[in-house]
T-cell receptor, first 118, second 110 residues
Framework: GAVVSQHPSWVICKSGTSVKIECRSL??????MFWYRQFPKQSLMLMAT?????????EQGVEKDKFLINHASLTLSTLTVTSAHPEDSSFYIC??????????????FGAGSRLTVL | SQKIEQNSEALNIQEGKTATLTCNYT??????LQWYRQDPGRGPVFLLL?????KEKRKERLKVTFDTTLKQSLFHITASQPADSATYLC?????????FGTGTRLQVFP
């Protein structure tokens, strides 16, 4: 089946530094990927939709200059948290629409990246 | 406003019993409704999809119902096992996005 690989699985950084998270579709091409954020004991909140070869579409309230998304190829999307602060500490999860189920928007998720900003 | 609500309280049941989880939505008219399973510290995993013209869908020990009049979906796990313990999320498509409910944590004890 479809596999989405996300790296790193966890990262600890100092306040003010930037962190990059990679999301790869391993055995299929993903023209669209979705980035979610999840705080403890809360549901997944969509941050942005990443489109290959074009600018990402951000949800209301998500700062595009803080959360930089690049989708340069059909198998790779990256999320960079710039100038991270403790309130950015969260669980970030990427996903890709599984080929063949476009109409239903079934998603395959990565394992997630736990970001802790000190 | 649009909402997708699931029982926020954990559901604790005994092994072998049937677990029933509820998903209610307001101000959506979804053509599909999906259920995912999420284990702690992991990304969600797709389980089942049900279309608006389907009343019921089954997959092994899982059963999903979809009532567009009540705006509700029920998710059943029969003959539950401790390995079924996880958080279960329902999700609806809104334009090109998948929006998730709050999730219900299921705990199956021996």
């Amino acid at each position: 089946g479809a596999v989405v690989s996300q790296h790193p699985s966890w990262v600890i950084c100092k306040s003010g530094t930037s962190v990059k998270i990679e999301c790869r579709s391993l055995d299929f091409q993903a023209t669209t990927m979705f980035w979610y954020r999840q705080f403890p004991k809360q549901s997944l909140m969509l941050m942005a939709t990443s489109n290959e070869g074009s600018k990402a579409t951000y949800e209301q309230g998500v700062e595009k200059d803080k959360f930089l998304i690049n989708h340069a190829s059909l198998t790779l999307s990256t999320l960079t948290v710039t100038s991270a602060h403790p309130e950015d500490s969260s669980f970030y999860i990427c996903s890709a629409r599984t080929s063949g189920r476009t109409g239903a928007n079934v998603l395959t998720f990565g394992a997630g990246s736990r970001l802790t900003v000190l | 406003s649009q909402k997708i609500e699931q029982n926020s309280e954990a559901l604790n049941i005994q092994e072998g019993k049937t677990a029933t989880l509820t998903c209610n939505y307001t101000n959506y008219s979804p053509a599909y409704l999906q259920w995912y399973r999420q284990d702690p510290g992991r990304g969600p995993v797709f389980l089942l999809l049900i279309r608006e013209n389907e009343k019921e869908k089954r997959k092994e020990r899982l059963k999903v119902t979809f009532d567009t009049t009540l705006k509700q979906s029920l998710f059943h796990i029969t003959a539950s096992q401790p390995a079924d313990s996880a958080t279960y999320l329902c999700a609806l498509r809104n334009t090109d996005k998948l929006i998730f409910g709050t999730g219900t944590r299921l705990q199956v004890f021996p």
